[in-house]
């Protein structure tokens, strides 16, 4: 079984720039997460699904920062503009429902912005 | 709301010993905590996970112990090995699915 894909693996881009991050859940896997991860640091939860429905979104800065999920399947998490202090690595992680104590997690993508 | 803390940000111990992992937390109300390790360059993988009317849980080597007085869990790995090497983070799971991690704990087992 496939697990988390996301895409790219990592991104350079310059400041006041766009970037898109890309991830497909486990297939079957209702509940979808977007987490960042600074160096050093845990991660910390940007946004929550369940389905195609945001559930958690508190901590998502959402002057530059937006995410959807059509279709209750694939997310993309998108930065407009970037800011130096994005740099870091995006995470995306889903689990089989609301609760459930395991969250799978892909391998992430790293963020650099100059 | 809920803080985890991981104060060690690393640990390193021989190969075949036992390695202690400590984490604290702030909020008496959760439902689980669990235990995450991570590789270079990959995404945090599930280990292991304690419920909150527990104090023990063990999988093979690895061994979960909850002090709820304390506000204390650490994770125990006996005989460590080197492909242990990595970093370990504890997480709060609270009802709303939302993961609160701490900061990890790089974890070195030598040969």
């Known amino acids: 079984e496939a697990g988390v894909v996301q895409s790219p693996r990592y991104k350079i881009i310059e400041k006041k720039q766009p970037v898109a991050f890309w991830c497909n859940p486990i297939s079957g896997h209702n509940t979808l997460y977007w987490y960042r991860q600074n160096l050093g640091q845990g991660p910390e939860l940007l946004i929550r699904y369940e389905n195609e429905e945001a559930v958690d979104d508190s901590q998502l800065p959402k002057d530059r920062f937006s995410a959807e999920r059509l279709k209750g399947v694939d997310s993309t998490l998108k930065i407009q503009p970037a800011e130096l202090g994005d740099s870091a690595v995006y995470l995306c992680?889903?689990?089989?429902?609301?609760?459930?104590?395991?969250?799978?997690f892909g391998q992430g993508t790293r963020l650099t912005v100059v | 709301d809920q803080q985890v803390k991981q104060n060690s940000p690393s640990l390193s111990v021989q190969e075949g010993r036992i390695s202690i992992l400590n984490c604290d937390y702030t909020?008496?109300?959760?439902?689980?905590f669990l235990w995450y390790k991570k590789y270079p360059a990959e995404g945090p993988t599930f280990l292991i996970s304690i419920s909150s009317i527990k104090d023990k849980n063990e999988d093979g080597r690895f061994t979960v112990f909850l002090n709820k007085s304390a506000k204390h869990l650490s994770l125990h790995i006996v005989p460590s090995q080197p492909g242990d090497s990595a970093v370990y983070f504890c997480?709060?799971?609270?009802?709303?699915?939302?993961?609160?991690f701490g900061e990890g704990t790089q974890l070195t087992v030598n040969p």
């Open positions: 909020n008496s109300m959760f439902d689980y």
């Open positions: 997480a709060d799971l609270t009802s709303g699915s939302r993961l609160t």
């Open positions: 992680a889903s689990s089989s429902q609301t609760g459930s104590t395991e969250a799978f």
